[in-house]
C-alpha cells in the first residue's frame, strides 16, 4: 500500500450496489466509535475508563446533488430511511485511500440510512445530506477487487492481497454492483491461498445479475496467506464490482 | 501412481507444464504478463478429481482440508 496522505479523489463510498460519489458529495467521513464504561472505583485517586469492546461506526455525507436520475441519490436514499423495527440494514463499504488493490476500505455488517435530508436554497441546485448508523459489526479490511467494469470472467491472482501469513480467524467478504447489462449469471468470489501457486475458493457471493446489489458473506476458520478475487461471467455484457475483504 | 486426490472447494493451478516456470517466478503474482501469456492454468469444480497437482500445494491443501485424498478408479491401480 502506498504510505502517505490521500486527497478528495482517494474517497469511496458504495451503499447497496449505489455508487454514492456519482452524486458529488462536497464532504464524506466516517467515525469508529469505541463504548467505553466507567471503571473509577473507591479510592481510585483519578477517573477511569475501559473499552467495553464493542466498536461502532457513523458515516456523514454532505453536499451531494439532489438527482431523480436512476442510480442516483434520490433512488439511493428516499426508500431507505427505516420505518419499521423489521426494515432491511443496508450493505455498506467507505474508504479514504483510493480505489486499489490491498488500500484498506471498512465494511459494515448493516447500515441504516438513519437520516436524508435535502436542501433547497437560491442560488444553488438542490443538495442531498445522508447519515448511516450501524448495526453488527465494523470490518476493517482491503479492497481486492475495485469498482471497475468487466466484460468477461476474470480473476486478480496476478495481484493479491499479500498478508505475509496465514489468519485463523476467518474474514467477511463485501461486493458491491453499480452496473450490469447483458450478463446470465455473475458470480463473485474470494480466493485464497498459502503458496500463491495454487488457490481456492474461500467463499462465494450468490449469483446476481441485477444492479444494483450488494451482499456481505462471512467465512471461519483459516485464511490463508494471499487472497484474491475471480469473478464468473456467463454471456455477454458488462458489470462493475467492488470487492473488499476483512480477516477476523 | 502418485496418489489422486479430490477438490473440496473449486480450486485453480497451473498445468503441469506450466508449474515450473510459476514456481521459478516465485508464484502467480511475481510473474510479469508476458511470462503469465505462456502459461496455462487448470480449473477443477468441488468434488471432481484435482490431477496434477503441483506438489507443493498439496500439504497445505490437505491440512486445510480442502482436498481430500481419493481412492483410484475402479479398473485402474
Known amino acids: 500500500m502506498a504510505v502517505g496522505k490521500f486527497g478528495p479523489a482517494s474517497g469511496i463510498l458504495l451503499v447497496d450496489g449505489y455508487n454514492i460519489l456519482s452524486n458529488k458529495l462536497t464532504s464524506l467521513s466516517e467515525k469508529a466509535i469505541s463504548e467505553l464504561t466507567d471503571t473509577t472505583g473507591i479510592g481510585d485517586t483519578a477517573y477511569e475508563t475501559t473499552p467495553v469492546g464493542k466498536v461502532t461506526m457513523e458515516v456523514v455525507q454532505e453536499g451531494a446533488f439532489f438527482d431523480t436520475t436512476a442510480l442516483y441519490s434520490h433512488a439511493a436514499f428516499s426508500g431507505s430511511v427505516p420505518t419499521s ?33 435535502v436542501l433547497a436554497e437560491l442560488g444553488n441546485l438542490q443538495k442531498v445530506n445522508a447519515t448511516y448508523a450501524m448495526t453488527g459489526t465494523r470490518s476493517a479490511g482491503v479492497i481486492l477487487q475495485p469498482l471497475a467494469a468487466q ?45 500463491d501457486v495454487t488457490y481456492s ?35 455477454t455484457g458488462s458489470i462493475t464490482i467492488f470487492c473488499g475483504f476483512s480477516r477476523g | 501412481m502418485a496418489e489422486r486426490y479430490r477438490a473440496v472447494v473449486d480450486l485453480s493451478y497451473p498445468a503441469p507444464g ?29 468434488g471432481a478429481y484435482a490431477e496434477s497437482l503441483p506438489e507443493k500445494s498439496i500439504k497445505w491443501l490437505l491440512k486445510g482440508g480442502l482436498i481430500k485424498a481419493a481412492a483410484a478408479p475402479k479398473g485402474r491401480r
Open chain 2, 18 to 46: 506450466s508449474v515450473k516456470a510459476v514456481i521459478a517466478a516465485g508464484g502467480m503474482s511475481k510473474m510479469t504478463e508476458a511470462q503469465r501469456s505462456k502459461i496455462i492454468i487448470k480449473y477443477v469444480k468441488a
Open chain 1, 85 to 117: 423495527p423489521q426494515a432491511t440494514a443496508r450493505i455498506l463499504c467507505v474508504g479514504f485511500a483510493g480505489g486499489t488493490i490491498g488500500y484498506p476500505m471498512v465494511g459494515c455488517e448493516g447500515a441504516y440510512t438513519d437520516s436524508y435530508e
Open chain 1, 151 to 195: 466484460t468477461d470472467s476474470w480473476d486478480t491472482t496476478s495481484s493479491p492481497v499479500d498478508n505475509t501469513s496465514s489468519s485463523s480467524a476467518g474474514g467477511v467478504g463485501f461486493i458491491q454492483c453499480t452496473a450490469a447489462s447483458g450478463f446470465s449469471s455473475f458470480v463473485g468470489k474470494v480466493r485464497h491461498s498459502a503458496d
Open chain 1, 201 to 235: 475458493d474461500l467463499l462465494s457471493f450468490t449469483d446476481n445479475v441485477t444492479a444494483p446489489f450488494a451482499e456481505r458473506v462471512s467465512v471461519s476458520g483459516t485464511v490463508h496467506r494471499y487472497v484474491s478475487f475471480t469473478g464468473i461471467i456467463s454471456g
